[in-house]
């Protein structure tokens, strides 16, 4: 009875032990390899799971999430610029293929990262490095496209790829910032320079229509300076005063307003020349006469000329003719 009790402690736990070997389980989202002796025998997916114990055994699991891989890559431009790239894969397991998956590739992060290198090592060497920045979309078209062909073969579909880095040494950094910036002090310079054409112009303009204006205001004012003369004239005239004892009073009239208008500024000063009142009085007396003087003249000339015009002798052609016979 004793050794049937000692038989049965024995074997209930090693009952027990096989019978939780006996079943597994498998989160979401993940897929199990099951070989039986070594040889493959299944693959199993999310849930609870029976196996034989001993002869049945978990290979491996297969994470069918999407997964990233960043590779960073040295490479050179065609204008010889050393520059480091990072480089994001994104890809998942097939479901449908996960033997390929397990079996045919043992490490698919070296596979990826290889065929990233060849890659990026064969398209960047053909841009200069402007146009790498430019076309970083078309370098990531070309990583994937290469990562498509190659490993699907290997049960992998490449999702997605992104070049999410380009970082040029930093002499190279610094020498680009200084010609962009030099770029856009030159785009300043000329907007400074054209609002400053503008503002010349305008003043230009400004100043040209103020000097029309002036003219148009002096010659107004000259035209009415003329009228009011002749209607001065014709007024003294009307009271028995003649032309040019008119034209000697309002010459003296002006030589007073003029002084008076000078004299009402306070900051002019004002020196008559000379001092004594009889030589001013002289010299205004010679002022009328001279004006008196010139009229004379001027009236003795016309009346000289309109008389030759009407004794003009007729000429004589070169036969001692008359023209006008």
């Known amino acids: 009875m004793r050794e049937i009790n000692l038989g049965l402690v024995v074997l209930l736990p090693l009952l027990s032990l096989l019978l939780l070997s006996a079943f597994f389980t498998i989160k979401q989202q993940t897929a199990a390899i099951v070989e039986r002796f070594g040889r493959f025998n299944s693959i199993r997916h999310s849930g609870l799971h029976m196996k034989i114990p001993f002869i049945d055994r978990i290979a491996g699991r297969l994470n069918l999430r999407i997964q990233q891989l960043d590779v960073i890559i ?46 990026v090592r064969a398209e960047v060497p053909k841009l200069k490095l402007d146009d790498v920045f430019e076309r970083k979309d078309d370098i990531a078209v070309a990583v994937k496209r290469e990562l498509n062909e190659a490993m699907t073969t290997y049960g992998y579909d490449i999702i997605n790829t992104l070049i999410t880095d380009i970082d040029p040494d930093i002499q190279v950094k610094n020498a680009m910032n200084r010609i962009n910036a030099a770029d856009r002090e030159k785009t300043a310079a000329e907007y400074e320079a054209e609002a400053g054409r503008i503002r010349i112009v305008a003043k230009a303009k400004a100043e040209a229509e103020s000097k029309k204006l002036q003219g148009q205001g002096i010659a107004d004012q000259r035209r009415e300076i003329a009228r009011g003369l002749v209607e001065s004239v014709d007024i003294l005239n009307q009271v028995g005063i003649n032309s040019q004892e008119a034209s000697a009073l309002i010459v003296v009239t002006q030589h007073y307003d003029t002084l008076q208008a000078i ?22 007396n010679n002022m009328v006469a ?36």
């Open 74 to 119: 040295e490479t050179k431009t065609k204008d010889n610029v050393f520059v480091k790239m990072k480089v994001s894969v994104q890809f998942k397991v097939i479901q449908e293929k996960v033997y390929d998956a397990f079996y045919k590739l043992e490490y698919p992060h070296d596979q990826i990262t290889s065929y990233v290198f060849d890659v």
């Open 263 to 284: 004299g009402a500024d306070a900051n002019s000063n004002l020196i008559l020349l000379p001092n004594s009142p009889q030589a001013g009085t002289d010299m205004l």
């Open 290 to 325: 001279s004006f008196t003087a010139s009229n004379q003249v001027g009236e003795s000339m016309k009346a000289a000329n309109s008389t030759k015009r009407i004794h003009k002798p007729h000429e004589k052609d070169e036969f001692g003719k008359h023209k006008d016979e």
